[in-house]
């Protein structure tokens, strides 16, 4: 048998110690991904962090907003730019219906990529997961510190059953679940997520004179409560500051009224926007509604009914509306 030569031996000992040397790149690789931070915003104020690696955890029917971030050198991790949506988009298997089994999300806009943000809702109790890639860190991150492996990848959610009607009992936030407690009927369920997109909160208990008057005047029933949402105290006093509490308060009043109407088009609309004439002619009913003027509850009455009247609304809700009308 020949001697092993030497140099194919040496060659070897480099291959070793070469494997010996990359082992704990490979290991601080792996762990960069614990880098990406996940932020959890619930409409009641309260903020949950979480690691890339561990499950965001919700109660059924709430919304949640989640961001992602990137660690920084100091303790305010670096915010991000991010597309997030479907796991398929992404290189995952499954289907787009399974995941909106537990997580209904509103599609991104430009606001939401450029914050790294997605806005849904929680449906039935169980897991499923989001995807992103994150595409930017604001200055002074740098995006190239952040392994190329970890900016793409999966968000893991977990819907919990909420155990109480005011969703104590849950472990988690104090807020009545979206839309107030779970519901079959397509009518409770379309004036709570009015409650939601103009009063900007959480329904909880729905008027059941509302239910009642959706139920038997379809779209006319929806106008109807619509409009009796925006001429009340609450909208006329609540809804800027709410939004502003969401926004953040260094914004002016114009830009917060702004603000405010988009957040009401999203939940009303989805993924569709109005033309530029509408959304001029709400955004004057809504200043007017607002203010202390003779004609603001003409013009809270006006806003109402135009949310409601647009194409727009029947469009995104026509699947609870066909369900309440075959129902009838």
């Known amino acids: 048998m020949q001697p092993f030569p030497r140099v194919a031996a040496r060659r070897v000992g480099l291959l070793i110690a070469a494997a010996a040397t990359l082992l704990p790149l490979a290991a601080t690789a792996q762990n960069n991904c614990a880098d990406v931070k996940v932020r959890t915003w619930h409409p009641n104020g309260e903020v949950v962090w979480t690691e890339l690696n561990e499950a965001v955890s919700v109660p059924a029917g709430r919304e949640a907003h989640i961001y992602l ?3 920084a050198r100091g303790p305010e991790p670096y915010s991000t730019q991010a597309t997030i949506g479907y796991p398929q988009a992404f ?8 995941v909106a089994k537990h997580v ?20 039935a109790a169980g897991r499923t997961q989001l995807g992103y890639q994150i595409t930017g860190v604001k200055s002074p991150g740098d995006l190239n510190q952040l392994a190329q492996r970890c900016r ?9 059953e909420a155990k109480n009607r005011d969703g104590r009992g849950d472990g988690g936030s104090a807020a009545p679940p979206k839309g107030g407690p779970q519901t079959d009927d397509p009518a409770t369920q379309l004036v709570a997520d009015l409650y939601q997109a103009l009063l900007r909160r959480d329904a909880g208990e729905v008027d059941p004179g509302f239910v009642s008057t959706v139920r038997s005047k379809t779209v ?10 925006t001429r009340s105290d609450e909208f006329r006093t609540q809804a800027l500051r709410r939004a502003a509490d969401k926004h953040g308060s260094s914004l002016d009043g114009e830009q917060l009224r702004a603000r405010l109407l988009r957040d009401i088009y999203d939940d009303l609309y989805g993924s569709g926007a ?3 004439r509408a959304y001029e002619q709400d955004l004057d ?6 203010a202390e003027r003779r004609d603001a509850d003409s013009a809270c009455a006006e806003l109402g009914r135009n949310l409601v009247r647009s194409p727009l609304y029947t469009e ?7 369900q309440m009308m075959r129902r009838r």
């Open 220 to 229: 006319d029933g929806l106008i109807e409560v619509a409009t009796a949402i």
């Open 104 to 123: 209904r999300m509103e599609k991104q806009n430009d606001d939401d990529r450029r914050a790294g943000r997605i806005r849904f809702r929680t449906a």
């Open 316 to 322: 995104h809700q026509r699947d609870l509306i066909e």
């Open 152 to 160: 793409t990848g999966f968000i893991d959610i977990v819907v919990r």
């Open 91 to 98: 290189g995952a298997g499954g289907r787009e219906q399974d």
């Open 274 to 276: 109005p033309a530029p």
């Open 69 to 71: 971030h990137m660690r």
């Open 285 to 290: 009913a809504l200043t007017v509604c607002l």
